[in-house]
Nanobody, 122 residues
Framework: VQLQASGGGLVQAGGSLRLSCAPSERAFIYDYMGWFRQAPGKEREFVAAINWRGSNKYHANAVRGRFTLSRNNAENTVYLKMNSLKPEDTGVYYC????????????????WGQGTLVTVSS
């Protein structure tokens, strides 16, 4: 199974984007879908995660209050709505899925998407 991330692009500071992530097999089941990002010259970092039911959501401090997770069960798609974007949000955003109970570290995830580039201009 591969994850397909989309929705990145170029946006001005203060703008919004919505990222999507869907598995190549719609019937794929997981425990958590997470988003990570990697800024130029920096390590990849946790952004947010949502559980299968959509009842539990976790956000990194840097994005809390600006980024919102949601999921469409019928489409088995997770969305990351990013509002009030800042230049420091620039980076490649990756979605990942895990069938485990942990969701914060890269090593918790076995399935990864190819990444989508988000560029926020000042």
């Amino acid at each position: 199974v591969q994850l397909q991330a989309s929705g990145g692009g170029l946006v001005q500071a203060g703008g919004s984007l919505r990222l999507s992530c869907a598995p190549s097999e719609r019937a794929f089941i997981y425990d958590y879908m997470g988003w990570f990002r990697q800024a130029p010259g920096k390590e990849r970092e946790f952004v947010a995660a949502i559980n299968w039911r959509g009842s539990n959501k976790y956000h990194a401090n840097a994005v809390r209050g600006r980024f919102t997770l949601s999921r469409n069960n019928a489409e088995n798609t997770v969305y990351l709505k990013m509002n009030s974007l800042k230049p420091e949000d620039t980076g490649v955003y990756y979605c990942a899925a895990t069938r485990g109970t942990q969701y914060y570290s890269e090593s918790d995830y076995a399935f990864w998407g190819q990444g989508t580039l988000v560029t926020v201009s000042s």
